[in-house]
């Protein structure tokens, strides 16, 4: 899929074929003004959601409203398997945003934002969901960006209880513990379900606390390592998803 993404929510089939869509609002705005889309371009539309189809840009008209002409049925594109979720804690700064964009990119299906104990940002009042709906923004760009029809669910913002919650459910936990004294085994020698969830923990850059490491454990998580040198809590999980898609055969 090389064509421009971009999306229209709800996605609905033209009523004949050869119909119309339209994209106005900050989408249309995005694809006249932005990327200049013109007449006789071919795009995909998708609700972020799986569903998609095929286009060729009609017309732009103005400075945000693209009309576009259906070529195809819509599509709905099934949940890869096995189902990676990311459990991120927060980190400082614009960090989480590049969490967020580089996983994305990679194939993460959903991100939930955890305020660890040893977490400096905490999101509280309307700054928490300022930052969440910066997170929500940035899957949706990225997952544009990289061709994704089907873009990462993010959560509202965990305790450690209930990711722990989500640990327990989970056909395979993990915590990202980089302590080779105490029992963390590589995570690249894993066994790892060929469907089902896969849950995943990425501490802060102080790295999961005891009583955390403790709680997780009790729920069925187990530590891991991606290696010996220490990745920042923005970039481990990238390379953990690349690691889980590439070893359960999802890039493959």
């Not at 007449?39 to 998609?52: I, P, Q, S």
């Not at 993460?108 to 309307?126: E, F, Y």
């Not at 056909?171 to 896969?198: K, M, N, Q, R, Y």
């Amino acid at each position: 899929m090389t064509a421009p993404v971009f999306v229209l929510d709800p996605l609905v089939p033209p009523d004949l074929c050869g119909g119309e869509y339209v994209l106005d609002g900050p989408e249309g705005r995005h694809a006249v003004s932005v990327r200049r889309m013109r007449a006789g371009e071919d795009v995909v539309l998708t609700d972020g959601r799986g569903r998609w189809t095929e286009g060729v840009v009609k017309a732009a008209e103005g400075r945000d409203r693209l009309v576009v002409t259906g070529v195809g049925d819509c599509t709905d594109e099934p949940p890869e398997q096995p189902r990676v979720t990311v459990v991120q804690a927060l980190p400082k700064g614009d960090r989480g945003e590049l969490a967020v964009e580089t996983m994305t990119e990679t194939g993460v299906d959903a991100i939930v934002p955890w305020a660890a104990s040893r977490c400096v940002t905490q999101w509280k009042g309307d700054r928490g969901q300022k930052a969440l709906a910066k997170w929500r923004a940035t899957a949706r760009e990225a997952g544009k960006q990289s061709r994704r029809v089907r873009f990462p669910e993010v959560a509202d913002a965990a305790t450690t209880r209930q990711v722990a919650a989500l640990l327990a459910r989970a056909d395979f936990a993990a915590v990202l513990h980089s302590d080779f004294e105490h029992g963390s085994d590589p995570l690249a020698t894993a066994e790892l379900p060929a469907e089902g969830e896969i849950v995943l923990v990425v501490g802060p850059e102080g790295g999961v606390s005891p009583e955390e490491l403790a709680v997780f454990k009790e729920a069925g998580a187990r530590p891991y390592v991606l290696g010996r040198t220490v990745l920042r809590t923005s970039t481990a999980g990238t390379a953990a998803t690349a690691l889980l898609l590439g070893r359960t055969g999802r890039w493959s």
